[in-house]
C-alpha cells in the first residue's frame, strides 16, 4: 500500500525559499503512471492546490502561485519535492503531498501524506 | 474566495440524512468530474467521491454523491457522530488549468 511522507523546516524565515519533500513508500514513483501533487491549508481555513508533477516532470501550477513555485521528482530517492520562494506569513500552512489517481492532474488525490506544519517567522 | 461554492456550516441529527452542496460553473464542475473529501478533526483530507458519484473501497454507502450542469451535491445517510467532519469538493477549472477547492462546509452531527 502507498504511503506518503512529508518532510522539511518547520519554521522558515520571510523571504526566504521554503523547501519539503515527500517520500514514496510501498511503491515507486518511476514509471508509476500517476501524477503528485502539493495541497496546503492555511490555520483554520480551507484546502489549497499548489502544483502537481508527472514522473517525466511535466508539472502543473496554480497560477496564483506559479512564479514562486518549484515541483520537481527525484525517481532515484523516490521523492518529490516542493520550493516556494520570497514566503510570507501568508504561507504558513500545513502541506501535504498527495497521489492522483490517475496519470493527469485532474484525476482525485486518493493518497495523503499526514501533513506537516509550516511557519513562515522572523 | 473558492472558485467553488459550498455552505460553510451544515447540521443534523443522528441517523438524518443531509446534503452538502457545491457550485461552480462551465468551467470547472461543468466540464470536469468531481470529487469530494472528508477531514476529521487534525488530520489529513480522506477521499470519498470520485468521479461524482463513485465511492474508494472502504467508504460506507451512506455516502454519495450527484452532479447537475454547474453544481454537485454530496449526501449523507443514517448520520452517525463520526461524520462530524470538515467536508470539501473539488475539480479542474479549464480556465485556470489547475486543481480548484471549495471553500469546505463543516458538518455537526448534533
Known amino acids: 500500500q502507498v504511503q506518503l511522507q512529508e518532510s522539511g523546516p518547520g519554521l522558515v524565515k520571510p523571504s526566504e525559499t521554503l523547501s519539503l519533500s515527500c517520500t514514496v513508500s510501498?511503491?515507486?514513483?518511476?514509471?508509476?503512471?500517476?501524477?503528485w501533487g502539493w495541497i496546503r491549508q492555511p490555520p483554520g481555513k480551507g484546502l489549497e492546490w499548489i502544483g502537481s508533477?508527472?514522473?517525466?516532470?511535466?508539472?502543473y501550477h496554480n497560477p496564483s502561485l506559479k512564479s514562486r513555485v518549484t515541483i520537481s521528482v527525484d525517481t532515484s530517492k523516490n521523492q518529490f519535492s516542493l520550493k516556494l520562494s520570497s514566503v510570507t506569513a501568508a504561507d504558513t500552512a500545513v502541506y501535504y503531498c498527495?497521489?492522483?489517481?490517475?496519470?493527469?492532474?485532474?484525476?482525485?488525490?486518493?493518497?495523503w501524506g499526514q501533513g506537516t506544519t509550516v511557519t513562515v517567522s522572523s | 474566495q473558492s472558485v467553488l461554492t459550498q455552505p460553510p456550516s451544515a447540521s443534523g441529527t443522528p441517523g438524518q440524512r443531509v446534503t452538502i452542496s457545491c457550485s461552480g460553473s462551465s468551467s470547472n464542475i461543468g466540464s470536469n468530474t468531481v470529487n469530494w473529501y472528508q477531514q476529521l478533526p487534525g488530520a489529513a483530507p480522506k477521499l470519498l467521491i470520485y468521479s461524482n458519484n463513485q465511492r474508494p473501497s472502504g467508504v460506507p454507502d451512506r455516502f454519495s454523491g450527484s452532479k447537475s450542469g454547474t453544481s454537485a451535491s454530496l449526501a449523507i445517510s443514517g448520520l452517525q457522530s463520526e461524520d462530524e467532519a470538515d467536508y470539501y469538493c473539488?475539480?479542474?477549472?479549464?480556465?485556470?488549468?489547475?486543481?480548484?477547492f471549495g471553500g469546505g462546509t463543516k458538518l455537526t452531527v448534533l
Open positions: 508533477i508527472f514522473d517525466s516532470g511535466s508539472t
Open positions: 510501498g511503491g515507486s514513483i518511476s514509471g508509476s503512471s500517476y501524477y
Open positions: 473539488a475539480t479542474w477549472d479549464d480556465s485556470l488549468n489547475g486543481r480548484v
Open positions: 498527495a497521489r492522483h489517481a490517475s496519470a493527469a492532474p485532474w484525476y482525485a488525490m486518493d493518497v
